[in-house]
């Protein structure tokens, strides 16, 4: 299968500490929030029964472990789908209570063994990463977010060694919050529109620093955070598991805002080649009043 090369595991790369959600999501169905038929529903259904037909053979097929992964993934999520009956948005809002927010340094007691010139300059920088990594102008900020992402990084990591292998202090959360804008800020980059003004001139050194620090986060999270879900989606998707991807993103719903959980799982759908269902998940994005970005 394309993206997977035998001589490198996406499995051991990506997924080793998280593949209970698999099994989790297996045994899950998917909420069916509207009712409306869709177009051509039996047409829908017959090429349905036939990519369920083709799957089922490269499942047996495959190649490797990780192929056979893939295919069953999408399998279960084919499964599941039933024409006309797409959710329209999760059932419940994103969940809160695993959720741990971004710690601010400002707000934190400097230790002891902290220089307060030190100190202050992580507080500086956090303060201005978080004022150009936003919603509104992400994109457009990108070079300036990478920048300084990759500067607090260096110095947390100097100043707190210990916390930056766990998840058990705010200093420790800052380190995974700021790893995590590193490297959706590098993943943003794949973007057409971003490439077409910043095209990324070393493809194989892009690679290496966007593979290094989303393995600094996994390594440091060591199990699924809802916090970095999307990221860790990203990277499922852009390795060529887009069936693992499309089954993270449905398992992790009520950690995903509405509008990120529609678009991805329309844009993951289109992906595949999977146009009945496509068609349907983007008429569901547009239902529920988004609409993307001129």
């Known amino acids: 299968m394309a993206n997977c090369s035998p001589k ?39 090429w349905r029964s036939q990519q369920l037909a083709t799957i089922a053979e490269q499942i047996q097929n495959a190649d490797s472990d990780d192929d056979r992964l893939e295919y069953v993934a999408r399998q279960s999520w084919l499964r599941r789908w039933k024409p006309g009956h797409m959710s329209l948005a999760p059932t419940e809002a994103p969940a809160d209570s695993e959720r741990v927010e971004e710690p601010l340094l400002e707000t934190l007691v400097r230790p002891a063994e902290i220089a307060p010139n030190v100190w202050q300059q992580m507080i500086d920088l956090q303060t201005r990463l978080l004022s150009v990594d936003n919603d509104e102008q992400r994109k457009e900020n990108l070079r300036t977010t990478i920048g300084l992402a990759k500067q607090l990084e260096q110095v947390l990591s100097d100043q707190f060694p210990s916390e930056s292998q766990q998840l058990t202090t705010p200093t420790a959360w800052i380190v995974a919050y700021t790893r995590y804008r ?35 986060l996994i390594k440091q999270a060591n199990r699924d955070r809802p916090e ?39 844009d993951l759908l289109h992906e595949l080649g999977w146009d009945p269902a496509y068609q349907e998940a983007a008429q569901r994005y547009l239902q529920a009043g988004y609409s993307d970005e001129p």
């Not at 899950?28 to 829908?44: C, F």
Request: no cysteine; aromatic share 8%; hydrophobic share 40%.
């Open 8 to 46: 490198s595991s996406l499995g051991e790369r990506f997924l080793r500490p998280s593949r209970k959600w698999i099994v989790v999501l297996v045994l899950a169905s998917l909420a069916t929030g509207s009712t409306a038929a869709e177009p051509n529903p039996i047409d829908a259904e017959n």
């Open 182 to 216: 590193l490297g959706r800020a590098l993943a943003y980059r794949e973007l057409p529109s971003v490439r077409a003004r910043w095209p990324i001139s070393n493809p194989d050194h892009y690679e290496v620093q966007l593979t290094a620090v989303y393995q600094r």
């Open 228 to 266: 970095f879900i999307l990221l860790q989606d990203r990277m499922l998707r852009r390795a060529g598991q887009k069936g693992l991807a499309l089954e993270l993103l449905e398992v992790s719903q009520q950690s995903i805002e509405p509008k990120w959980y529609l678009k991805k799982r329309r």
